[in-house]
């Protein structure tokens, strides 16, 4: 099975400090993806990457960057906390394009954020 | 822009009854339709559907696409307790990148 891990379960953490969230799959996937939810809105896709050292720009990527030298990793960064980040923050990743008929995606197990 | 409408978002119902939960969309190059369940953690995968009419079912779940009205449905027959969960659509097209409705709330009670 595809196992993807987020570093920390829970996170507390105080504004305007740099926070790093990591997120390792073990299935050498190309596909990984950052998303926050919060109640009433659903998650919602801050960062994704197709490859090694390659990123777009997901719908809500404001005060958010990532990282992904190795395949394996994917980092999200905020680079200077604030308390509208507090949220719960899911990694997940996925086989290449077209990989057989399974478009499913693996998530972690979630980093709950806390900004005080 | 992707878009995801989940319906209702909360639901109380008791044990034994049957429930279906709605999900319509709008997407550009539709590729698939996915449902997960997510309890305390990660969202689990129920299904995927690509194919209007194709029912998939595993137990007491089961799911419909319709491509022409972009709406699926997920129904739970039988419901328990341990159905109690948030339930989430989500849709792929072109970018391949997962789009997320809000979910539905279902709470199961004795």
């Known amino acids: 099975d595809v196992k993807v891990t987020q570093s920390s379960r829970y996170l507390v953490k105080r504004t305007g400090e740099k926070v790093f969230l990591e997120c390792v799959q073990d299935?050498?996937?190309?596909?990984m993806f950052w998303y926050r939810q919060d109640p009433g809105l659903g998650l919602r896709l801050i960062y994704f990457s197709y490859d090694v050292k390659m990123k777009e720009k997901g719908d809500i990527p404001e005060g958010y960057s990532v990282s992904r030298e190795k395949k394996e990793r994917f980092s999200l960064i905020l680079e200077s906390a604030s308390t509208n980040q507090t949220s719960m923050y899911l990694c997940?990743?996925?086989?290449?394009?077209?990989?057989?008929?399974?478009?499913?995606?693996?998530f972690g197990s979630g980093t709950r954020l806390t900004v005080v | 822009e992707d878009k995801v409408v989940q319906s209702p978002l909360s639901l109380v119902v008791h044990e034994g009854d049957t429930v279906t939960l709605n999900c319509s969309y709008e997407?550009?190059?539709?590729?698939?339709l996915l449902w997960y369940k997510q309890e305390k953690k990660a969202p689990t995968f129920l299904f995927m559907l690509t194919s209007s009419g194709i029912e998939k079912k595993s137990g007491r779940l089961s799911s419909i696409l319709d491509k022409k009205e972009l709406f699926s449905i997920l129904n739970i027959t039988a419901t328990q307790t341990g159905d109690s969960a948030i339930y989430l659509c989500a849709v792929t097209g072109t970018a391949s990148k997962l789009t997320f409705g809000t979910g539905t709330r279902l709470q199961v009670t004795l």
């Open positions: 997407v550009t190059n539709f590729r698939s």
């Open positions: 997940a990743s996925r086989g290449g394009f077209d990989r057989g008929a399974y478009y499913g995606y693996t």
């Open positions: 299935m050498d996937h190309e596909n």
